[in-house]
């Protein structure tokens, strides 16, 4: 069997999407630690020096282009899946089981996958295409991310957006986290009580993080 | 034990073949005994529908006694019915109340075409059967039975496993039409004994390959077929077949 056969078949496309998906959770790990020192207090100083390596280094400019692949891998296959899986009962229920046999949000991946699209596409609008176009090569020199952020932060929708991205994410990760482990084929019930109880506790602490980045920038909460 | 009968409304899904675009008939049916099995009270009705000239509603059944995986009904949305653990023929009409409406539909999947009213075409699972979810043996004496020592927990989980009657309430109730839980208990049943080690590379790649073939849709770990199977087989059994399945495939040549 090729490659290709194997990661074309229903079963492989699941692991590619359990892959890119921790994947994905391991840079949520890196974005959400290097981003949480806004609140060292210190006027972004420490922020600012984080943000200038991960800027202006070789080694995650090497692995952002890992970090784009994954990302768009992820974001293209779930959507063909999602058509493809509807498109498989062309009619449908008069009546619907709906939450007795699952979670809504475990049936909702695709969904909640476009909602945290469309607000991916905001957020890189507000800092990865300004940051990325002004080092030094392109349009001019390296950009405060800093002042950036308590800029973007300071208009009410973008809080709101932003807060409504995370908790997409919540949501999606609800699901995706342990969901993943599944398809890798864990199906020891030590570990999957583990890895359920590991999904529940990321999936709540990293988006609440997060949204408390903007939220702590509107409230003034941040010197 | 007191007797009580209900009287009842039924919308059932009516199709004459096929081709037909079908729509729900409603039919009112008297004097309902709670005794009585789902089944038992379509025979009623066909009876009365016989009598009046009119097209008995068609569905599949055989053994009525939960365990030959013909009988397929989603009844108010899901498969087999409001009970746990159930088929449509172990359903009895105690189940509901005097004056319930009861919505009834065939199993609704692409790989599941209605043939008429209520029974579905479910030889995509019997192709998924032949292409690997056997053992091959060769002929001569009969080996004896015990003659391969077996751990126990092994062969009570291959037993669970075995415990599938391929009804299909899995792809009935799953979102994506996904076939994983029918076809990861017969994978997992014949990969947790030596007898279906031989083949176990083969038997994965060549089950999920006639099941993409089918038409079914991929799995999503929503776990709606788990919570529907009459049989209750564990979504587990779906995390060892996509082991099964990328072992096999990462190894092949």
Sequence with gaps: MKWSQLFTSSVGKKWVMALTGIFLILFLIVHVALNATIWANDGGKMFEAGAHFMGSNIVPRILEIGLIAGFLIHIIQGIMLELQNRSKRKRGYAANLGNRGSKWYSRSMGLLGTLILIFLIIHMAHFWVPNRSNQGWLLGPEISLYDEMREVFQQEWVVIVYVLGCFSLAWHLMHGFQSAFRTLGVSNKKYLTLLNSLGIGFSIIVPLVFALMPVSFYFGWIN | ?253
Excluded at chain 2, 92 to 108: C, L, N, S, Y
Excluded at chain 2, 123 to 144: E, K, L, M, P
Excluded at chain 2, 170 to 197: E, R
Aim: aromatic share 6%; glycine share 6%.
């Design chain 2, 1 to 253: 034990m007191e007797h009580t009968s209900m009287n009842l409304t039924l919308k059932v899904w009516r199709q004459r073949n096929s081709q037909d675009t079908g729509s729900f008939e409603t039919y009112e049916v008297k004097e309902v005994s709670e005794e009585m099995s789902f089944l038992e009270m379509f025979d009623v009705l066909n009876e009365r529908l016989i009598r009046e000239g009119k097209d008995p509603i068609a569905f599949d059944h055989d053994c009525r006694e939960g365990i030959c995986g013909m009988c397929s009904m989603v009844i108010d949305g899901k498969p087999h019915g409001p009970w746990k653990a159930n088929t449509v023929c172990q359903l009895h009409m105690r189940a509901f109340k005097d004056g319930d409406t009861i919505v009834v539909e065939p199993w609704r999947a692409n790989a599941f075409p209605v043939i008429k009213d209520l029974m579905v075409d479910r030889s995509s699972f019997d192709r998924i059967i032949q292409a690997g979810g056997y053992i091959s043996v060769n002929t001569g004496n009969a080996v004896d039975a015990n003659a391969i020592p077996i751990e126990k927990d092994k062969a009570d989980a291959a037993f669970a496993a075995a415990a599938c009657i391929g009804c299909g309430a899995c792809v009935a109730a799953c979102k994506n039409s996904s076939a994983m839980l029918f076809l990861s208990a017969k994978v997992s049943h014949l990969a947790l004994l030596p007898q279906g080690s031989p083949e176990r590379k083969s038997r994965a790649l060549n089950m999920v390959a006639q099941m993409d073939k089918e038409g079914f849709g991929s799995c999503t770990n929503t776990g709606a077929c788990e919570a529907v199977c009459p049989k209750e087989i564990s979504i587990e059994n779906i995390a060892r077949l996509n082991r099964e399945y990328m072992m096999a495939g990462a190894a092949s040549e």
